[in-house]
């Protein structure tokens, strides 16, 4: 039986320290929560968080790839990694981005096999599929995704794509909670 408790208590003043309680508490506003559980673990590892946040800014909300496009990925790797934390945090800011409940539904079921995908669509969630389930794209599914995008976007794509699906392994090994 997996466990439901917090293998690390989120921190407070004392374990953040003075700026990752003050960036916690910006962070838990901006998410709509007083305690964003993700920040409030995170933090405790000083610099790192920083180094971290920095590096994940950069991909969402920072990069290159459209919102919608950058939350049908997340969406896709937390369904596919039963990740509860990320799925819920991202249903909001993937309904801020255009994320349907049809979307929603077609992203946790089927993912690209379910009918109503535009091509372009359906080869970025065929290549999240691919990465979450084998670390790897086979040649098609490169070359049908290369079709749509260039190459910094190729690149931003299987960051993302990582760095959620390890963004989720990380929540499910130190059992964060769910904010709410």
């Known amino acids: 039986m997996v466990s439901t408790q917090p293998r690390i208590a989120p921190g407070r003043f004392k374990e953040l320290g003075p700026f990752n309680w003050v960036v916690w508490q910006a962070l838990s506003r901006a998410a ?3 305690d964003a559980h993700l920040f409030s673990t995170l ?3 000083g610099g790192l968080f920083r180094g971290w946040l920095h590096f994940s800014g950069r991909l969402m909300p920072g990069g ?3 919102r919608y496009e950058t939350e049908l990925v997340i969406i896709r790797v937390a369904h ?3 990740c509860d934390y990320e799925m819920d945090h991202h249903i909001r800011l993937g309904k801020r981005a255009g994320v ?4 929603l539904d077609r992203l946790r079921g089927e993912g690209p096999a379910a009918p109503g995908w535009s091509p372009k669509e359906r080869a970025l969630l065929t290549a999240v599929d691919q990465l979450v389930t084998t670390r ?3 040649n098609p ?3 049908s995704l290369a ?3 260039d190459e910094r976007r190729l690149i931003e794509i299987v960051l993302l794509t990582n760095q959620y699906e390890g963004l989720a392994s990380t929540i499910t090994a130190l059992r964060i909670q769910t904010d709410h």
Do not use: C, N
Not at 100 to 103: A, D, G, L
């Open 136 to 138: 790897d794209l086979d």
């Open 147 to 149: 079709a749509y995008y």
């Open 32 to 34: 709509g929560t007083d």
């Open 43 to 45: 933090g405790r590892t």
């Open 141 to 143: 599914t490169w070359q």
């Open 64 to 66: 290159k790839l459209p």
């Open 80 to 82: 596919l990694r039963d």
């Open 100 to 103: 349907t409940q049809e979307i």
